[in-house]
């Protein structure tokens, strides 16, 4: 409260504030400190790539975007319920943008979301059977309200890697997951080497997720750096 105890006493000696009111504006400015600060370190912890929203994302595009649907996980109502997404099509339709944007809308409600690429993710716990700490890996990976897998299923997985994926679907089971990918969830399924967990891990995502099929083509040419224009009076050079 020191940081604005002084403006608060000016006002008060000036005859601006009550006794009542003093204490009240002191204690409202500490309780949006801390929210400030506390909404800072959740989005620290997020690891997002980029700050978005929806309102940013370009739903003119291609009419084959299903806009309402994309706009519908604004309302976060699938977060409270416990349930999951999963976003898929092709390169650069901007699954990425959509599936990040929900995410920050939720810390901003005071949620603990975390963004990463599922073969980083994969890493992480592959390292922790290396020093003996994938328990407490794993731990961190289950904790967050929010887990943003970006990019999965990209490629064959190993048989570890696969086995990792499973603890972590199935620890996370009734808290929320966001899942980008190129492939159709029906073509998950050869990425598995073991059959059991081929028909588990898919089956028990995909049946706790709404599925948006995200359609259309790439905006990435969009983004390419334009041609420097030439100085007046000189002709570009061929």
Known sequence: MLETLDARLAQAHGGELGHLDFLQVLCQNEITRRETVAFQ???NRGKFEQQVTLEEFGFTASS????????????LRWLHAGESVILFGPVG????????????????????????????ILAELAGGHADRTWDKRLRELVRPDLL?????????????????????????QGRSLIVTSNRAPRDWYPLFPN???????PDRLINTSHQVI?????????KRPKNPTSKPGKHPVK
């Open 214 to 222: 995200m359609n259309g083509p790439s905006y990435r040419p969009n």
């Open 41 to 43: 370190r959740r989005l």
């Open 93 to 120: 339709v901007g699954k990425t943008h959509v599936a990040q944007a929900p995410g920050h809308l939720a810390v901003h409600q005071g949620a603990h979301v975390r963004f990463a690429k599922t073969g980083r």
């Open 148 to 172: 943003i897998l970006d990019d999965f299923a990209m490629r064959q997985l190993s048989a570890a890697h696969a086995d990792d994926l499973y603890e972590l679907v199935s620890e996370r």
């Open 195 to 201: 059959p059991v967990v081929a028909e588990s891990l």
């Open 64 to 75: 084959k975007l299903p806009a309402a649907q994309i706009r519908d996980l604004g309302a």
